[in-house]
Nanobody, 115 residues
């Protein structure tokens, strides 16, 4: 069973920064895709950023230029560096990994950006 644990969320002022971490129980070469999602109150969960096994990264338009996804294969940890945060970035953030065997989610970490 793959386990993911997010951390690093919190309360930050508009314009501030946070770095989220996602510790994964399995080495990354098992997964085809890894990424971050978020869900604001009363809204559907949306994709934020992704990184492939080969290291290619992609971003949703609202976060391009402000967020950076990365990973440390040795530490089995994925990161989301978030800069120039805006109140509309307020949401629960989830990490997800996928392989041919299935997909697994973390429990989420709350990010709140005050104006």
């Amino acid at each position: 069973q793959v386990q993911l644990v997010e951390s690093g969320g919190g309360l930050v002022q508009s314009g501030g920064s946070l770095r989220l971490s996602c510790a994964v129980s399995t080495f990354f070469y098992f997964f085809d895709d890894m990424g971050w999602y978020r869900q604001a109150p009363e809204k559907q969960r949306e994709w934020v950023a992704g990184i492939t096994r080969g290291g290619a990264t992609t971003y949703a338009d609202p976060v391009k230029g402000r967020f950076t996804i990365s990973r440390d294969n040795f530490k089995k940890t994925m990161y989301l560096e978030m800069n120039i945060l805006k109140p509309e970035d307020t949401a629960a953030y989830y990490c997800k990994v996928s392989s041919r065997s299935g997909s697994w989610w973390g429990q989420g970490t709350q990010v709140t950006v005050s104006s």
